[in-house]
């Protein structure tokens, strides 16, 4: 009973984690009616994060600080720069040009990426169900989009290629940060990074941009709060502890709720709608990725 318990608040945690990380593009298309530029708005979801991610980052220490060198703090850098800056740039700049929920379509393909990764940089082996659930995935994304660029071209085009960066840069520093995680623990990394993450959105509005950021309307500044509170902040922390009940394995089969929660909220507050092929596509891509946690799930477990 115990352990069903636990399992039960797990997957429960894990679906609020997953839902309220969904809400994030939501948010950005929200705010993008206001016109604020990509830079400002992830310039303020970071900014308003930030607090809550230094006094978590000051009162936590890294769990082996004895097993710590210094390139790993070099490493920290590097992957909060392609993890939590790089990453969130990309996503936010396609959501200038595709639905949100084609945005999470295609960023829920993220743990593909991390097999081929994998497999190209750190010679793992990709066992032909994976091949296989790898092709599926990606047959629904062409599908997915075939209707979309055939009405909208180019536009579309440039939007979908962002978000699979964002994809790609996310999946990257998920294979490379996987080493350094059980060092300082979840917690103290994901803070650390969030920090470098800051940095450099900060460097790149100084160097960039250093248009006014106090000219919008208050809504902007609301939208930016509740991004960076609901869907940044908690589900972070949400989603570490479900990985911490389920298993990281069992967690990623639960991602396919992102999708659907994220074609819904933008159903009822953008007024989205996906055509019936789109949302065939969608439905192919959750089973390929679905086949592919579950592998990798029993591969754990073996």
């Known amino acids: 009973m115990?352990?069903?318990?636990?399992?039960?608040?797990?997957?429960?945690?894990?679906?609020?984690?997953?839902?309220?990380?969904?809400?994030?593009?939501?948010?950005?298309?929200?705010?993008?009616?206001?016109?604020?530029?990509?830079?400002?708005?992830?310039?303020?979801?970071?900014?308003?994060?930030?607090?809550?991610?230094?006094?978590?980052?000051k009162i936590n220490k890294p769990l082996y600080p004895d097993e710590i060198k210094k390139s790993d703090y070099l490493w920290i850098v590097f992957f909060g720069f392609i993890g939590?800056?790089?990453?969130?740039?990309?996503?936010?700049?396609?959501?200038?040009?595709?639905?949100?929920?084609?945005?999470?379509?295609?960023?829920?393909?993220?743990?593909?990426?991390?097999?081929?990764i994998g497999k190209i940089f750190?010679?793992?082996?990709?066992?032909t169900k994976q091949i296989i659930a790898i092709l599926i995935t990606y047959f629904g994304v062409?599908?997915?989009?075939?209707?979309?660029?055939?009405?909208?071209?180019?536009?579309?085009?440039?939007?979908?290629?962002?978000?699979?960066?964002?994809?790609?840069?996310?999946a990257s520093y998920l294979v490379g940060s996987g080493w350094l995680i059980p060092k300082f623990g979840v917690l103290v990394f994901t803070s650390y990074a969030m920090l470098v993450s800051t940095a450099c959105?900060?460097?790149?509005?100084?160097?960039?941009?250093?248009?006014?950021?106090?000219?919008?309307?208050?809504?902007?500044?609301?939208l930016g709060i509740l991004m960076a509170i609901f869907s940044t902040v908690i589900p972070s922390f949400l989603v570490s502890l479900a990985i911490k009940k389920l298993g990281a394995s069992n967690f990623s089969i639960l991602g396919s709720i992102g999708p659907i929660s994220t074609i819904i909220l933008a159903y009822f507050f953008l007024e989205e709608r996906l055509t019936f092929l789109q949302i065939i596509g969608a439905i192919i891509v959750i089973i390929g990725i679905t086949i592919v946690s579950i592998n990798k799930s029993k591969k754990v477990k073996d």
Not at 25 to 40: C, D, E, N, R, T
């Open 2 to 57: 115990k352990i069903s318990r636990f399992t039960n608040s797990g997957v429960l945690i894990a679906i609020i984690g997953i839902v309220l990380f969904s809400a994030k593009a939501i948010m950005v298309k929200l705010a993008y009616q206001y016109g604020v530029s990509s830079i400002h708005l992830l310039l303020f979801r970071m900014l308003f994060a930030l607090p809550f991610y230094f006094i978590i980052a």
């Open 84 to 116: 939590y800056y790089l990453a969130s740039y990309f996503d936010f700049l396609g959501l200038k040009h595709i639905k949100a929920g084609l945005e999470r379509i295609i960023l829920f393909i993220y743990p593909t990426l991390v097999i081929i």
């Open 122 to 127: 750190l010679k793992e082996k990709i066992s």
């Open 201 to 222: 959105v900060i460097i790149h509005y100084l160097i960039t941009d250093r248009t006014s950021v106090f000219e919008y309307q208050y809504q902007v500044y609301v």
């Open 142 to 170: 062409i599908i997915t989009f075939w209707g979309e660029i055939q009405y909208h071209g180019d536009h579309v085009l440039l939007g979908g290629i962002l978000i699979f960066l964002s994809a790609l840069t996310y």
